[in-house]
């Protein structure tokens, strides 16, 4: 398994985890104007962003 494969993984799972648990909190808190709250949620989905980037970097290696 190469790094690229790996980071990808770890980069895209991580995020939807933590963006999940936060969905979940905001919805039965009703918390949906706390700045720390938002400013995580934007961490994550920067944070998935790069691991999606890598994933297809990783699949689009083989089909180029």
Same mark, same amino acid.
């Given at each position: 398994?190469? $790094? %690229?494969?790996?980071? #990808? $993984?770890? %980069? ?5 985890? =933590? %963006?999940?648990?936060? @969905? ?7 918390? /949906?104007?706390? +700045? ?5 949620? +934007?961490? @994550? %989905? =920067?944070?998935?962003?790069? #691991?999606?980037?890598?994933?297809? #970097?990783?699949?689009? /290696?083989?089909? $180029?």
């Amino acid at each position: 398994m190469s $790094i %690229l494969l790996l980071s #990808g $993984i770890v %980069l895209t799972v991580v995020p939807l985890m =933590i %963006l999940e648990g936060f @969905a979940l909190f905001m919805l039965f808190t009703f918390t /949906r104007d706390d +700045n720390d709250a938002k400013s995580a949620v +934007n961490l @994550a %989905l =920067i944070v998935l962003a790069v #691991g999606v980037l890598c994933l297809v #970097g990783y699949f689009l /290696r083989f089909f $180029i």
